[in-house]
């Protein structure tokens, strides 16, 4: 990929200011910048030019709704996805919370089909999981 126009220390992308010229590296052209929340991170130019890349990652962070972050590396903590009992996501419906002392939160479901499933919430709060396996098996139940 190649983008002709020119980076100079000062220059903003989102996010991010350039703090040097452009080095090579391998072959492709890097930029060392300032983020605005402090971190200095190295990014490939043309990513920076064609808005591929606006932030160090602080900004992916923040724009990832809140109930689906429950991951390690967020601050290195697991973040606590609450699912009330009787919710529906999906085939899912959510029966009771189980509890955990460390690791993510999880409840169990029972699916259209009948199946009862154990399942992170986050998952299934995020919209990645919608069933127990069933919509893919073909064993649902109509």
């Known amino acids: ?5 020119p ?15 452009p080095k090579s590296i391998k072959g492709e052209l ?19 030019l064609i808005g591929k890349t606006k932030s160090c990652g602080c ?8 109930r689906a972050r429950e991951q390690v ?11 009330p009992v009787g919710t529906k996501y999906g085939s899912l419906t959510a029966l009771e ?6 690791g993510p939160s999880l409840t169990r479901f029972r699916c259209d089909c009948g199946a009862v499933a154990v399942l992170k919430n986050a998952v299934v709060a995020a919209g990645h999981k919608k069933s127990c396996g069933c919509r893919r098996t073909g064993r649902r139940k109509d």
């Open 1 to 5: 990929m190649t983008v002709k126009r």
């Open 7 to 21: 980076v100079h220390p000062g220059d903003r992308f989102g996010r991010l200011v350039a703090i040097a010229e």
């Open 30 to 48: 890097w930029v060392d910048l300032k983020c605005d929340c402090g971190a200095v991170v190295t990014k490939r130019k043309a990513f920076i």
């Open 59 to 66: 900004l992916r962070a923040e724009l990832l709704p809140v």
């Open 73 to 83: 590396g967020f601050g290195g903590q697991y973040r606590r996805v609450i699912v």
């Open 97 to 102: 919370s189980i509890e955990v002392e460390s």
